[in-house]
């Protein structure tokens, strides 16, 4: 069974930085993409940053500049690199990738969510 498995969230003052991981696992054969959305309260699901699986990279406007996704492919894991922080950034990370799995074809998974609070 695929899962897609976060680490990195927590809380930082505003100008600071976290890191988030997500790492895939289980039996698969390929991972189209991999990106990162956040949701916070009362708003929507939004896109941060995509990689893609011609290694291009986009980001939303709100981010860019600020945030780097970057995968390690030996690892099947992607990183977001979160740098001056603003309050507005707080939110529930998620990763997401479609991914090819043996069974079951291509399929979209998530991971369980990272909370990431920008406060002082």
């Known amino acids: 069974q695929v899962r897609l498995v976060e680490s990195g969230g927590g809380l930082v003052q505003p100008g600071g930085s976290l890191r988030l991981s997500c790492t895939v696992s289980?039996?698969?054969?390929?991972?189209?993409?991999m990106a990162w959305y956040r949701q916070a309260p009362g708003k929507e699901r939004e896109l941060v940053a995509r990689?893609?699986?011609?290694?291009?990279?986009n980001y939303s406007a709100a981010v860019r500049g600020r945030f780097t996704i970057s995968k390690n492919y030996a690892k099947n894991t992607a990183y977001l690199q979160m740098n001056n922080l603003k309050p507005e950034d707080t939110a529930v990370y998620y990763c997401?990738?479609?991914?090819?799995?043996?069974?079951?074809?291509?399929?979209?998974?998530w991971g369980q969510g990272s909370q990431v609070t920008v406060s002082s």
């Open positions: 997401n990738a479609p991914v090819l799995t043996p069974d079951n074809g291509w399929n979209v998974y």
């Open positions: 289980g039996r698969f054969d390929s991972i189209r993409s």
């Open positions: 990689y893609g699986r011609d290694d291009n990279t």
